[in-house]
C-alpha cells in the first residue's frame, strides 16, 4: 500500500509525500510506517499509545475514521487526514 503523508508530517522525514509499506489493515500499514520512521509516532499516537483524534483515515476514497482494522489491498492508497483545530 501507499501511505500519502499529510503536509505537516513531511518536514519530519524529510520532506516525503508517499511511503510505500506492506500492510493487509491500516493498523499494520501505520505500524509498518513507524517502523520506516519512528520520528512520526509522537505525531501519531498521544500518551496512552491511542491515534489522536484529530486524526482520520481514507482509503482510496473512502473515510475509514479511526478503524485500524479496515482491510487493505496491495495497490490501495491510505491518506492521513489531519484535522485543523482551533478557536
Given at each position: 500500500?501507499k501511505i500519502q ?50 486524526i482520520d483515515f ?30
Amino acid at each position: 500500500m501507499k501511505i500519502q503523508i499529510p503536509d505537516i508530517m513531511r518536514p519530519v522525514i524529510g520532506g516525503i509525500e508517499a511511503v510505500e509499506v506492506k500492510g493487509k489493515t491500516v493498523r499494520e500499514g501505520i505500524k509498518a510506517l513507524e517502523e520506516k520512521f519512528p520520528e512520526l509516532k509522537p505525531r501519531l499516537y498521544d500518551d496512552q499509545g491511542q491515534i489522536f483524534r484529530y486524526i482520520d483515515f481514507f482509503v482510496n476514497n473512502l473515510d475509514v475514521g479511526t478503524n485500524l482494522d479496515f482491510p487493505m489491498k496491495e495497490n490501495d492508497e491510505l491518506y492521513i487526514l489531519v484535522t485543523i483545530m482551533g478557536g
